[in-house]
Nanobody, 130 residues
Framework: QVQVVESGGGLVQAGGSLRLSCKAS???????????MGWFRQAPGKEREGVSC????????YYADFVKGRFAISRDNAENMIYIDMNSLKPEDTAIYYC????????????????????WGQGTQVTVSS
C-alpha cells in the first residue's frame, strides 16, 4: 500500500548538517495525510531505534532525547514527502536512517520505542566523521 524511499545521506564532519528526504508512494485511494511518518536509525552493532516522528497533518512531532534541539522533522503533504534536518551532527549519529510509515505512527511519543510499524524504506547511510 505504501512504499517509501529515502535520500540525502552521506559523509559529513562533526558539527555539520545534513537533510534527509523521504518520498512516499501510495496505492490508489490512499491519502498521505492519513499516515504518520518517522525516522529510525541503526548504528553498527546496535539495535534499531526511533529518532523522530510526525503525525499525518503535522500537528504532533516527537523526538528522541538524543536528538532534541538538533534535529527537526517536517512534511509536505502535497508532495508526499517528509524531511529531517540534522544539525550539530556527532560521530554517534552515524547510522543507517530509515523512513517509516504507518497509520498509527506518532499517536504518542512511545511509538518511537518500538519497531511495530508497517512500512519501511531501505535506508540511507549517514556517516559523521570526527
Amino acid at each position: 500500500q505504501v512504499q517509501v524511499v529515502e535520500s540525502g545521506g552521506g559523509l559529513v564532519q562533526a558539527g555539520g548538517s545534513l537533510r534527509l528526504s523521504c518520498k512516499a508512494s501510495l496505492a490508489h485511494d490512499y491519502d498521505f495525510d492519513d499516515y504518520g511518518m518517522g525516522w529510525f536509525r541503526q548504528a553498527p552493532g546496535k539495535e534499531r531505534e526511533g529518532v523522530s516522528c510526525i503525525s499525518g497533518r503535522g500537528d504532533r512531532k516527537y523526538y528522541a532525547d538524543f536528538v532534541k534541539g538538533r534535529f527537526a522533522i517536517s512534511r509536505d503533504n502535497a508532495e508526499n514527502m517528509i524531511y529531517i534536518d540534522m544539525n550539530s551532527l556527532k560521530p554517534e549519529d552515524t547510522a543507517i536512517y530509515y523512513c517509516v510509515a504507518d497509520r498509527y505512527l506518532c499517536q504518542s511519543e512511545s511509538d518511537l520505542l518500538h519497531l511495530r510499524h508497517n512500512y519501511w524504506g531501505q535506508g540511507t547511510q549517514v556517516t559523521v566523521s570526527s
